[in-house]
Nanobody
Framework: QVQLVQSGGGLVQPGGSLTLSCAAS????????VGWYRQAPGKQRELIAR???????YYIDSVKGRFTSSRDSAENTVYLKMDNLKPEDTAVYYC???????????WGQGTQVIVSS
């Protein structure tokens, strides 16, 4: 299977930037996309970005132009660079993986992002 370990996050002022990492290990040849989700207090978890390896990236409108997902294949790591952060971006952020030939969906452990002055 595939395991995902997240890092990054923390406290940042409005307008600031953070980069989240999602490092994959295990049967990584089966991993063909990584999704980024967030869950704000009292709200449902929502998909905010998805990076298909060798394909396009998808972003929801509220983060488009501010968030960028990229991949370092040598490091088996996917990144989410978040610029011009707003208080409404405060949430726990998760990555998950899309794997070929299995219904198993690995999730990262989540990382807190707080945008506040």
């Amino acid at each position: 299977q595939v395991q995902l370990v997240q890092s990054g996050g923390g406290l940042v002022q409005p307008g600031g930037s953070l980069t989240l990492s999602c490092a994959a290990s295990g049967s990584i040849s089966r991993l063909y996309a990584v999704g980024w989700y967030r869950q704000a207090p009292g709200k449902q978890r929502e998909l905010i970005a998805r990076l298909a390896f060798g394909g396009d990236a998808y972003y929801i409108d509220s983060v488009k132009g501010r968030f960028t997902s990229s991949r370092d294949s040598a490091e088996n790591t996917v990144y989410l660079k978040m610029d011009n952060l707003k208080p409404e971006d405060t949430a726990v952020y998760y990555c998950n993986g899309a794997l070929a030939n299995t219904d198993f969906v690995p999730w990262g452990q989540g990382t807190q992002v707080i945008v506040s002055s």
